[in-house]
C-alpha cells in the first residue's frame, strides 16, 4: 500500500517563503509521477504543480509560476514544493498526490494515491 505523508505547512506572513515536503512509502519513487493540489475553504480542489518521475517534466499552474518550485529526491523517496512570495490566496490544504506511471498531468482523478494534506495559512 502507497502512502504519502505531506509536512511542512504552517502560518506565515505574506511575502513569506515555506517549503513542503511529501514522504512516499510502498511504491519506488523513481517510477511514479507526483503531483500537489490545494484546497481553499469552500472550494473545489485545484492544480498547482507536478513532476515526472525523473524530474525531466514539470508542469505549474499559472497562478503559481514563478513563485513556487517542485521538486524531488528519489533516493530518499520524497517531493518537495518550495513556496515563496506567499499569497494570502495561497491559503488553503496543500495534498501530494501519485500517480502510477511516470508521466504527470494536471488533473485529479488521474492520481491513485492523496496525502491527508497540510494546511498553509497566509496572514496579510
Known amino acids: 500500500q502507497v502512502q504519502l505523508v505531506e509536512s511542512g505547512g504552517g502560518l506565515v506572513q505574506a511575502g513569506g517563503s515555506l517549503r513542503l515536503s511529501c514522504a512516499i512509502s510502498?511504491?519506488?519513487?523513481?517510477?511514479?509521477?507526483m503531483a500537489w493540489f490545494r484546497q481553499a475553504q469552500g472550494e473545489e480542489r485545484e492544480f498547482v504543480a507536478a513532476?515526472?518521475?525523473?524530474?525531466?517534466?514539470?508542469k505549474y499552474a499559472d497562478s503559481v509560476k514563478g513563485r513556487f518550485t517542485v521538486s524531488r529526491e528519489n533516493a530518499k523517496n520524497t517531493v518537495y514544493l518550495q513556496m515563496n512570495s506567499l499569497k494570502p490566496e495561497d491559503t488553503a490544504v496543500y495534498s501530494c498526490?501519485?500517480?502510477?506511471?511516470?508521466?504527470?498531468?494536471?488533473?485529479?482523478?488521474?492520481?491513485?494515491?492523496w496525502g491527508q494534506g497540510t494546511q498553509v495559512t497566509v496572514s496579510s
Open positions: 510502498g511504491r519506488t519513487a523513481s517510477s511514479t509521477a
Open positions: 498526490a501519485a500517480r502510477r506511471t511516470y508521466y504527470p498531468t494536471l488533473y485529479e482523478y488521474d492520481y491513485t494515491y
Open positions: 513532476i515526472s518521475s525523473e524530474s525531466a517534466t514539470i
